[in-house]
C-alpha cells in the first residue's frame, strides 16, 4: 500500500501529561443542590494543546470512544479573528470588536503533518472498536490526510468521503469559487454504529412526483417515500453566518445541523462523543442535546471560554471544566471588594466591570478548594448588555461565595465573598 512519508515524520510516544480539575458548572444552577461530593459529571471540557490531552485521557478512554468529530485548523496559513459583542454591523463599529481566535499558520506542509499525525494515531488508539472518525478539512490538506488516515486506520476502513457544499461571497475570479469542504470517514473496525433510519431525508418533490406517475421509474426500485432516503455523500447546510441565532463570533465554527447528521448516524444515546479542536464547542452542544456523553477540548482560552458560555446557556446536565497543567493559568484577585457585592441573595457586579466581561460564574457555596458554578452570565450575541446582577437563592448564611468573571480579552478575575 502507498504511504505518505516526508523528512521526520516520526511518531512522538506519547507525552507525560495530566489533566486538573478546575471546575464543575451546573448550567443555570440545575444539579448544583443535589450534587454527590463524590460524583463527577460524565461530560467534560478541557483546556490543553490535544496531543497533551489525549495523551492523559489514554489510561481511562482507551478504545472507549465512540465517535471523535476532528475539525482542526486547515492548513491556510491564515490567522483567524473572532468577533466579540453585538451584530457585527460593520456601520456599528462601536458595538463590536476583532479580537485574537486561533492561528492556522505553518512553516511547510510537513509541519503541519507533524501536528497532524499524531494526533490521528491517539485519535484512534482512543475509539472504541466500533468507533468512528470524521477529519473535517478542505482542499488545502485532505490528499495527504487520506493517507495517513489510510496508514493508521486501514485502506478499507474509510467508510465514506463526505462533502458539505455552502455558499459564500468569494474574492475569487480566476477560478471557481471553493465552496465545499471534505469530511473523511473512517471506522476502526468493520463493526461500526450507522443509524441510517435516524438521518433519513424527505426525497424532493420531483421524484415523489415521478414515482406517483409512473410504475416504471426507478428501474423497478420503488424508493421509501413515505420514510425518506439515506443522505447521499454531498450534503448542502448553510454556513454559520452573521445574523443566524447559533453564531458565537468564534471562527471557522461548524453549523449545527452538520454535527448533528454526524452525531445521529455515528453513536447511539448515552455513547462518548469526543472533539478535540472543539473550537465554539458545536459537537459538544450537539451531542448533550442528542443525549450523548461529551468530551470537547482546544488549546485556546477563547474557544473554550466561547464552548463553556454556550454550553451553560443550553446544557441540562452538569460539566467539568478540566485544564492540562501546562496550560493552566492563575486567577487574578479583584482587589477592590467593592467591585463585587451580595445584597437579599443577588450579586451584583459594578458597571465598570462590565464593558470588558464576557462571562461570569457564581458559586455560592465555595469550599475553598473547588468551584461549583451555580449561576452564569454570558455577554449575548443580540442586542442585551450581559446581566450585571445573578440571584443565588440557595446562599447559606456562613457559606463563602466565590464569583469569577472572564473578560474580553481572556483574564480570568476572581472575587471572594465572606472569606
Ligand atoms: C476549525 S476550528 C474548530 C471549529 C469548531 N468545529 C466549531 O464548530 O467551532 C479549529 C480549532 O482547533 C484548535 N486547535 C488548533 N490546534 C490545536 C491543538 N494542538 N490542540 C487543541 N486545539 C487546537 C484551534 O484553537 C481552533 O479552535
Redesign the pocket.
Known amino acids: 500500500m502507498p504511504t505518505l512519508s516526508w523528512a521526520n515524520k516520526n511518531l512522538p510516544h506519547p507525552i507525560p501529561s495530566s489533566l486538573e480539575l478546575d471546575s464543575i458548572i451546573y448550567p443555570q444552577g440545575r444539579g448544583y443542590l443535589s450534587r454527590d461530593a463524590e460524583q463527577r459529571p460524565e461530560n467534560h471540557l478541557v483546556m490543553?494543546?490535544?496531543?497533551?490531552?489525549m495523551s492523559a485521557l489514554l489510561l481511562d478512554y482507551e478504545g472507549k470512544i465512540d465517535l471523535i468529530?476532528a475539525?482542526?485548523?486547515?492548513f491556510t496559513n491564515r490567522r483567524?479573528a473572532a468577533r466579540i459583542g453585538q451584530g457585527e454591523d460593520s456601520r456599528k463599529p462601536e458595538h463590536w470588536k476583532l479580537a485574537e481566535?486561533?492561528?492556522?499558520a505553518w512553516d511547510s506542509i510537513e509541519s503541519y503533518l507533524n501536528?497532524l499525525y499524531p494526533?490521528l494515531y491517539l485519535m484512534h488508539r482512543l475509539l472504541s472498536p466500533n468507533g468512528t472518525l470524521y477529519l473535517?478539512l478542505d482542499w488545502h490538506a485532505d490528499a495527504y490526510a487520506r493517507l495517513l488516515l489510510d496508514e493508521i486506520f486501514g485502506a478499507d476502513r474509510l467508510l465514506n468521503e463526505i462533502i458539505w457544499v455552502y455558499h459564500g461571497p468569494s474574492p475569487i475570479r480566476k477560478a471557481f469559487n471553493r465552496k465545499h469542504d471534505t469530511i473523511l470517514v473512517y471506522t476502526k473496525s468493520k463493526d461500526y454504529t450507522f443509524n441510517a433510519d435516524a438521518v433519513r431525508t424527505p426525497y424532493d418533490e420531483t421524484t415523489v412526483k415521478t414515482f406517483a406517475s409512473s410504475s416504471k421509474a426507478g428501474f423497478g426500485k420503488v424508493p421509501d417515500l413515505a420514510r425518506g432516503k439515506v443522505p447521499e455523500d454531498w450534503w448542502y447546510f448553510p454556513v454559520?453566518a452573521r445574523l443566524h441565532s447559533e453564531r458565537?463570533g468564534?471562527?471557522?465554527?461548524?453549523?449545527e445541523a452538520l454535527?448533528e447528521r454526524v452525531i445521529l448516524a455515528s453513536s447511539n444515546p448515552g455513547d462518548l462523543v469526543a472533539?478535540?479542536?472543539?473550537?465554539?464547542?458545536?459537537?459538544a452542544v450537539v451531542a448533550e442535546r442528542l443525549e450523548r456523553r461529551f468530551i470537547a477540548?482546544?488549546?485556546?482560552w477563547?474557544?473554550v471560554h466561547?464552548?463553556r458560555a454556550r454550553l451553560a446557556g443550553f446544557s441540562t446536565t452538569p460539566f467539568s471544566l478540566q485544564v492540562e497543567i501546562q496550560s493552566k493559568v492563575d486567577a487574578i484577585s479583584l482587589q477592590d471588594s467593592a467591585l463585587v457585592t451580595l445584597s437579599e441573595g443577588v450579586i451584583h457586579l459594578d458597571p465598570s466591570l462590565l464593558p470588558d466581561l464576557l462571562y461570569w460564574e457564581v458559586d455560592p457555596c465555595w469550599d475553598g478548594m473547588l468551584f461549583h458554578s451555580a449561576a452564569q452570565a454570558c455577554r449575548p450575541r443580540q442586542k442585551a448588555p450581559i446581566s450585571s446582577q445573578l440571584s443565588i437563592p440557595f446562599t447559606k448564611s456562613d457559606s463563602r461565595i466565590s464569583v469569577r468573571l472572564v473578560s474580553i480579552n481572556d483574564q480570568l478575575l476572581t472575587s471572594h465573598i465572606r472569606e
Do not use: E, I, W
Open positions: 490543553g494543546d490535544n496531543l497533551a490531552v468529530y475539525d482542526p485548523p486547515f483567524f481566535g486561533y492561528l492556522d501536528m494526533r473535517h454559520v458565537t468564534y471562527p471557522t465554527q461548524k453549523p454535527l472533539d478535540f479542536f472543539c473550537g465554539a464547542g458545536t459537537t477540548s482546544d488549546k485556546s477563547r474557544a466561547t464552548a
